[in-house]
Structure formats: structure tokens, C-alpha cells
């Protein structure tokens, strides 16, 4: 009987109501029921011609007005139309069930297969991090089923790294063998601003059957509003956070953080906010570390034991190959490592089109056995002494018999190459992966 009262009281009677005083853009004003209003507030407006009510977010205000900017398209919208105001914070109920699904910006599900089940507990998009005291560290290093990185990048449970890329360098078809091999119980995957007739290739030809069947993948194409698309970011991680309160190790992969970002600089544009760097709104660079530190190793509970770890990896599409782009660099910044994909390594035909030597792992050598280190050690003087005289090689201006270090690595480069080049169906461990390489360096003595 108390729940119950409890129950009653906590019902708000009120229901706050205002009009459309005007359209500008994808922005659209409105008046009255102001003080029930705070920005990132959800509202539906309605819409004449039988047409369902129209999503909104409140983005901010100007002089006596709200404004809000919708998830969808404003045809409809018309003066004077009514905004009612949602009271509840945007939230999704996920499950296990939920693996192997494709679903939208709102947790609605874009497969075909049928219903979501719906979990018991809210997730709140926009949840908070968990305080630096209070998680634990990265666990034990974690196998990708990619040599490159395993050996050159080793990635720990709980670790955050980029993978910063071009358009057209092979970054999809790495998420993809990541997704498929990496030793984890479930993966969310991301794809943020996608194009859309990239979604169904990815799904059925680069992720697979295989892949998809441990996975959730959250889909905003292109197309969809500036809100859908960076809902779909929060929805990402809303599900990764799900799955690891229930114990499960979580890859999380998302496809960009660049969408992302541009996606936030359209919203504070329209809201008024100053353009910055390249155009890009304060709050980008504000949203930014909210967005990546949910990701991580888990909080410690109540009995001290560690919540399971989100292992992510986050791409950044570089604008023109500028790996020191404003976004590129922020995020640099925030994340535990980075993996640089060039353009150059791809056009000669080796995928993926990692640069080892650009790319670093912060929890490296701590991750690393002595061995390995010596592995690693070797294995960059080699590969650092060929690109230091890559040019003069390629022309043929290069005399054998110069340098002992460089007709090392002239002789031990295709090898290195041939470690490096990975087929997308084929895996190889991590320990296996240091072998290998150390059987390279080792036929030269």
C-alpha cells in the first residue's frame, strides 16, 4: 500500500504545452510552458494532414522563446501548432536478446526480424561516466585476431583506442575482422552517419553471419536529422553499458566519431552557438570526453569486485588525410592509443593499411612480456630503417653493402609486409602472432 502512494505522488498531473511561434531552418521556436523547459527536454509536435507527431529536442533558448530542433523532417509544422512536453529523460530497456538485432537511433528495430523484447531496467542515453575513483584499471590484454595490432598496438580489456582513417582505406573491413575475432562476449557496433547503401553490405558481406550473431548494430544513416544521428551515438553506448552490467565483456565499435561531431556542430549552429576551428561549436570539444569516457574499464561495486570492462574502438574519418585535424586531435587526446590507416600503404595493396610506426598503444610494454618487447623493439629498427631510405631504395639509388642495418631490412622487408597484409577471413592469435614475427627476425641470424 505505501509503494502504491508512493506511486500516486510521484504521477505530475501537469501537462506542459506550448505553440510553434516559428520555423526557421530545422529549427523551430516555440512559447509558453517555458518555465517546465530545460535544454536537452523532449517534446512532440503536432502535425496537420493526418501526419504523425513530430520528435523534438529543446537545444537551447533565445529572448522569450525555446528552441528545438526535431528527429525528423518539419513538413507539417505549421504556426500555432501544439508542443507537448515529455517529462521523461530519453532512455532504452535492452536485453541479451537484443544480439544479432539491427536497430535505429530509438531502439526500434530495422531488420525485418520482428519486436524488440524489452528489458526492465531504463538506460538513460546520456548517462554520465563513471567517476575516475571509482572504476577499476584495464584488465589483461586482449586477443583482436589482427596481427598488426596485436603485436604493435596490444590493446588491454577496458582500453579506448582510434582508428583514424581516410574515406576509402579499408576502416570498415577492419571494424569488421575486429568484430569477429576479438575475444569478447558481445559487441555493439556503431555506425554513425553511415551511407545508406552501405549498412546491408556491411551487415551481410563484412560483418557476416558470424559476426552478427554476437553483436547489436545501431544504425543512423546520412540522411536522418542531426539528432538521430548523434542519438545513435548515445545509443550505442546506452547498449554497451547494458550488456556490461550484466557481466558481459563488451567490444564496442563505432563508425565515426567524426559524423558524430559534425552532427553536434549542426545542432549548436543552429542553436547559435560561435563557430570555432574548421566550424566546429565549443560543445563539440565539450561532448566529446562525455561521449568516449563512458567506454572503459567497469566501476567497482559495492562488494569490491569490478563491473565487466568496454573495450571500444572509435574511427575518425581525418578530413583530407590531415591526421591533425581538429577533431582527430581532440580525440587523440581523450583515448588510451590510435591506429593510423594511410592512404599510401592501401594504394600499394596491403590491407589493413596500418601504419605500425605512426600507431601507439598507451598501456604498452606494461602489457607485453620481456620477449615480446624484444620482438616489438626489433621488429620497428627494422621497419623504421627501410622508410628512413624507402625513397632512395625504390629509385634504385641505394648501394648494397652501405648500411648492414638497411640491407637487414631490405632483405627482411618483404616478410615484414607479408606479416603485416591480413585477408579479412583469416585470424591469427596473439601469441601465434608474436611467433610468427619472431620467426622473421630470427632467419637473419
Given at each position: 500500500?505505501?509503494?502504491?502512494?508512493?506511486?500516486?505522488?510521484?504521477?505530475?498531473?501537469?501537462?506542459?504545452?506550448?505553440?510553434?511561434?516559428?520555423?526557421?531552418?530545422?529549427?523551430?521556436?516555440?512559447?509558453?510552458?517555458?518555465?517546465?523547459?530545460?535544454?536537452?527536454?523532449?517534446?512532440?509536435?503536432?502535425?496537420?494532414?493526418?501526419?504523425?507527431?513530430?520528435?523534438?529536442?529543446?537545444?537551447?533558448?533565445?529572448?522569450?522563446?525555446?528552441?528545438?530542433?526535431?528527429?525528423?523532417?518539419?513538413?507539417g509544422v505549421a504556426p500555432g501548432a501544439d508542443i507537448r512536453i515529455i517529462d521523461?529523460?530519453?532512455?532504452?530497456?535492452?536485453?541479451?536478446?537484443?544480439?544479432?538485432?539491427?536497430?535505429?537511433?530509438?531502439?526500434?528495430?530495422?531488420?525485418?526480424?520482428?519486436?524488440?523484447?524489452?528489458?526492465?531496467?531504463?538506460?538513460?542515453?546520456?548517462?554520465?561516466?563513471?567517476?575516475?575513483?571509482?572504476?577499476?584499471?584495464?584488465?589483461?590484454?586482449?586477443?583482436?585476431?589482427?596481427?598488426?595490432?596485436?603485436?604493435?598496438?596490444?590493446?588491454?580489456?577496458?582500453?579506448?583506442?582510434?582508428?583514424?582513417?581516410?574515406?576509402?582505406?579499408?576502416?570498415?573491413?577492419?571494424?569488421?575482422?575486429?568484430?569477429?575475432?576479438?575475444?569478447?562476449?558481445?559487441?555493439?557496433?556503431?555506425?554513425?552517419?553511415?551511407?545508406?547503401?552501405?549498412?546491408?553490405?556491411?551487415?551481410?558481406?563484412?560483418?557476416?553471419?558470424?559476426?552478427?550473431?554476437?553483436?547489436?548494430?545501431?544504425?543512423?544513416?546520412?540522411?536522418?536529422?542531426?539528432?538521430?544521428?548523434?542519438?545513435?551515438?548515445?545509443?550505442?553506448?546506452?547498449?554497451?553499458?547494458?550488456?556490461?552490467?550484466?557481466?558481459?565483456?563488451?567490444?564496442?565499435?563505432?563508425?565515426?566519431?567524426?559524423?558524430?561531431?559534425?552532427?553536434?556542430?549542426?545542432?549548436?549552429?543552429?542553436?547559435?552557438?560561435?563557430?570555432?576551428?574548421?566550424?566546429?561549436?565549443?560543445?563539440?570539444?565539450?561532448?566529446?570526453?562525455?561521449?568516449?569516457?563512458?567506454?572503459?574499464?567497469?566501476?567497482?561495486?559495492?562488494?569490491?569486485?569490478?563491473?565487466?570492462?568496454?573495450?571500444?574502438?572509435?574511427?575518425?574519418?581525418?578530413?583530407?588525410?590531415?591526421?591533425?585535424?581538429?577533431?582527430?586531435?581532440?580525440?587523440?587526446?581523450?583515448?588510451?592509443?590510435?591506429?593510423?590507416?594511410?592512404?599510401?600503404?592501401?594504394?600499394?595493396?596491403?590491407?589493413?593499411?596500418?601504419?605500425?610506426?605512426?600507431?601507439?598503444?598507451?598501456?604498452?610494454?606494461?602489457?607485453?612480456?620481456?620477449?615480446?618487447?624484444?620482438?616489438?623493439?626489433?621488429?620497428?629498427?627494422?621497419?623504421?630503417?627501410?622508410?628512413?631510405?624507402?625513397?632512395?631504395?625504390?629509385?634504385?639509388?641505394?648501394?648494397?653493402?652501405?648500411?648492414?642495418?638497411?640491407?637487414?631490412?631490405?632483405?627482411?622487408?618483404?616478410?615484414?609486409?607479408?606479416?603485416?597484409?591480413?585477408?579479412?577471413?583469416?585470424?591469427?592469435?596473439?601469441?601465434?602472432?608474436?611467433?610468427?614475427?619472431?620467426?622473421?627476425?630470427?632467419?637473419?641470424?
Open positions: 500500500m505505501r509503494n502504491l502512494a508512493a506511486a500516486v505522488e510521484a504521477i505530475d498531473p501537469l501537462v506542459v504545452t506550448g505553440k510553434v511561434a516559428g520555423v526557421s531552418g530545422l529549427l523551430i521556436e516555440s512559447r509558453g510552458g517555458l518555465s517546465r523547459l530545460a535544454v536537452g527536454a523532449r517534446a512532440e509536435i503536432e502535425r496537420g494532414r493526418g501526419l504523425n507527431p513530430l520528435p523534438a529536442e529543446v537545444v537551447g533558448f533565445r529572448d522569450a522563446k525555446a528552441l528545438l530542433m526535431p528527429f525528423g523532417p518539419v513538413e521523461t529523460a530519453a532512455s532504452v530497456r535492452p536485453t541479451t536478446a537484443w544480439l544479432g538485432r539491427i536497430i535505429d537511433a530509438f531502439g526500434n528495430p530495422i531488420d525485418g526480424k520482428g519486436p524488440l523484447p524489452q528489458g526492465p531496467a531504463a538506460y538513460p542515453l546520456r548517462a554520465p561516466p563513471p567517476p575516475a575513483h571509482s572504476r577499476g584499471r584495464v584488465g589483461e590484454r586482449l586477443d583482436l585476431g589482427v596481427r598488426s595490432m596485436d603485436v604493435f598496438t596490444t590493446t588491454c580489456r577496458g582500453q579506448r583506442l582510434g582508428i583514424f582513417a581516410g574515406s576509402g582505406v579499408g576502416k570498415s573491413v577492419l571494424l569488421s575482422m575486429l568484430a569477429k575475432e576479438a575475444t569478447c562476449d558481445a559487441v555493439v557496433v556503431g555506425l554513425i552517419g553511415e551511407r545508406g547503401r552501405e549498412v546491408r553490405e556491411f551487415v551481410e558481406e563484412t560483418l557476416g553471419e558470424d559476426g552478427l550473431r554476437r553483436a547489436v548494430v545501431v544504425v543512423a544513416t546520412s540522411d536522418e536529422p542531426a539528432l538521430t544521428r548523434r542519438q545513435a551515438a548515445y545509443m550505442t553506448l546506452a547498449i554497451s553499458e547494458y550488456m556490461r552490467d550484466q557481466d558481459q565483456e563488451v567490444l564496442c565499435l563505432m563508425d565515426s566519431v567524426t559524423r558524430f561531431a559534425m552532427a553536434q556542430r549542426e545542432i549548436g549552429l543552429a542553436a547559435g552557438e560561435p563557430p570555432t576551428t574548421k566550424g566546429y561549436t565549443p560543445t563539440v570539444f565539450t561532448e566529446l570526453p562525455k561521449l568516449l569516457e563512458r567506454a572503459g574499464p567497469g566501476p567497482i561495486r559495492a562488494d569490491g569486485t569490478t563491473a565487466a570492462p568496454i573495450t571500444a574502438l572509435f574511427t575518425v574519418l581525418v578530413d583530407g588525410d590531415d591526421h591533425n585535424e581538429p577533431i582527430a586531435d581532440a580525440t587523440r587526446g581523450i583515448l588510451d592509443g590510435h591506429i593510423v590507416m594511410e592512404r599510401a600503404i592501401a594504394e600499394r595493396g596491403r590491407f589493413p593499411a596500418i601504419n605500425v610506426l605512426k600507431s601507439i598503444s598507451r598501456t604498452m610494454p606494461g602489457c607485453q612480456h620481456q620477449h615480446e618487447r624484444d620482438i616489438v623493439k626489433g621488429a620497428r629498427q627494422v621497419m623504421s630503417a627501410y622508410a628512413n631510405m624507402e625513397e632512395l631504395i625504390r629509385i634504385g639509388a641505394y648501394r648494397a653493402g652501405a648500411d648492414p642495418v638497411v640491407d637487414r631490412a631490405i632483405r627482411l622487408n618483404p616478410a615484414i609486409e607479408a606479416f603485416l597484409s591480413q585477408d579479412k577471413e583469416e585470424a591469427t592469435s596473439l601469441d601465434d602472432s608474436f611467433g610468427y614475427l619472431g620467426q622473421i627476425l630470427a632467419s637473419e641470424y
